[in-house]
């Protein structure tokens, strides 16, 4: 940064004095520049100051009257020189410290790209900048500014590598062994390494040879060495198989199942040896000789009783209950078993013979289903009709009660609340009541209507 040492010389008298750091009136009433507005002035005339960003500086008709008319030269600052140039700064002759950045790739007149994409937009009216010394980490330019180079990998390593700024990286263990592929020569220019090759600084891009398919150094009876170093297990094999179970290849007891053994009991010794998987219809053998069992007999009864059925495969099917013995308010079973009839399904059978209610398997509202198929339907019952008329409620011929709807003409009001004419409660809020009553609604006294339904 450069330093501005800027003395304003005054002329006594009563005129106006502008200097390259301010303005100083007679009257008292001096303006001071800013650091920027100084640094910035290009040309000092009678009415004002010309600076670099177009910001100009205009004076008044007072202070360009009283100003002296003789122009007065922009202070010129002598550059700071360079005083050590090292591999990240530079130390400058006015103590400055500049630290070298990226290298700019792109530069033109109006700005320049950065290695790192940032866009640099020079200031208006100001030439592009030049190279005035280049270093090995950095770049001083025209204009000042310091651009760092990027980092170079100097030593790189199967395992890592230590850049030039002396930052040390590892290397995953997927990318050493990639590495190892390449030459010394080969690794210390390679600046991306992938499976299928390296990208490296000079742009001689490394390509990787497809690798060689994998070949069988060794078979033994559990498994397999291949070239790449891979280990194959193979499939266990079923060694000695009994009635209830096996012993695999590698040691491994395997008991079976019942129905499994049920199904091995088929086969001949030889035949259960060899069978892989055996299922109801036949067994899978590891030769490839599958067995195929004979389709089973049709079962035929053995045996028929009252309560079930013995075949000739030795199955035992239940007969279905039949209800032996049927009263009133229920029966028991063929099997013992008592079931209570429910009122309403008494009530029916009460109304049936005693015939008809041995032959009653279900009996319902409508009908009868018997137990010899022939079901018995009920006529429609006659529709009842009235048999007393009262005040409040009407008795049917069938029994039923019908209640009347009372309705009121009128809300009957309470404290606290009404019920309305069609028998709809109201509870009124605290404080307050019914303000007017009519056949169609009513009006409470905080003016809210209620419409009766």
């Given at each position: ?263 091995r009991a088929k086969l001949t010794p ?50 279905r209950a039949k209800r032996s013995l ?79 709807v009372v309705k009121r003409s009128l ?43």
């Amino acid at each position: 940064m450069k330093v501005l040492a800027a003395i304003c010389l005054l002329v006594v008298g009563a005129s106006a004095q502008v200097g390259p750091s301010g303005i100083i009136s007679p009257d008292g009433n001096n303006v001071q520049f800013t650091h920027e507005q100084a640094h910035s002035i290009v040309l000092i005339g009678p009415s004002g100051l010309v600076t670099k960003d177009g910001k100009n500086i205009q004076l008044t008709h007072g202070q360009a009257t009283l100003n002296a008319a003789i122009p007065v030269p922009a202070p010129q600052w002598t550059p700071a020189t360079v005083l050590l140039d090292g591999p990240s700064g530079i130390v400058m002759s006015d103590g400055t410290l500049v630290q070298k950045r990226a290298k700019r790739h792109l530069i033109g007149e109006g700005g320049a790209v950065l290695s790192d994409g940032t866009l640099v937009q020079f200031n208006h009216g100001v030439s592009a900048p030049h190279i005035i010394l280049e270093g090995p980490s950095g770049i001083l330019w025209s204009t000042g500014q310091l651009t760092q180079k990027r980092a170079k990998r100097a030593l790189i390593g199967p395992s890592g590598m230590l850049l030039a700024d002396g930052t040390p990286v590892q290397f995953t263990q997927a990318e050493g062994q990639l590495r190892a592929k390449l030459t010394p020569d080969q690794s210390s220019r390679a600046i991306v390494v992938g499976p299928s090759g390296a990208v490296t600084l000079d742009g001689n891009n490394v390509q990787f040879a497809a690798p060689a398919a994998a070949t069988v150094l060794l078979d033994g009876p559990s498994g397999t060495v291949m070239s790449d170093g891979t280990l194959v297990q193979k499939r266990a094999k079923r060694a000695l198989i009994g009635p209830s179970g096996m012993l695999l290849a590698d040691g491994t007891p395997v008991q079976f199942s019942q129905a499994e053994g049920q199904l091995r009991a088929k086969l001949t010794p030889d035949q259960s040896s060899r069978a892989i998987v055996v299922g109801p219809s036949g067994a899978v053998t590891l030769d490839g000789n599958n067995v195929q069992f004979a389709a089973p007999a049709v079962a035929t009864v053995l045996l028929d009783g009252p309560s079930g059925t013995v075949m000739s495969d030795g199955t035992l099917v239940q007969k279905r209950a039949k209800r032996s013995l049927i009263g009133p308010s229920g029966m028991i079973t063929a099997d013992g078993t008592p079931v209570q009839f429910t009122q309403a399904e008494g009530q029916v059978r009460a109304t049936l013979t005693a015939e008809q209610n041995a032959r009653a398997v279900v009996v319902g509202p409508s009908g009868i289903v018997n137990s010899d198929g022939v079901n018995t339907q009920f006529a429609a019952p006659a529709a009842p009709h009235v048999i007393i008329d009262g005040p409040s409620g009407q008795v049917l011929s069938d029994g039923s009660l019908v209640q009347k709807v009372v309705k009121r003409s009128l809300p009957l009001v309470g404290p606290s609340g009404a019920i309305l004419a069609d028998g709809t409660p109201i509870q009124l809020p605290a404080g307050v009541t019914i303000a007017s009553a009519g056949p169609s609604g009513v009006v409470l006294s905080n003016g809210q209507n209620i419409q009766y339904s």
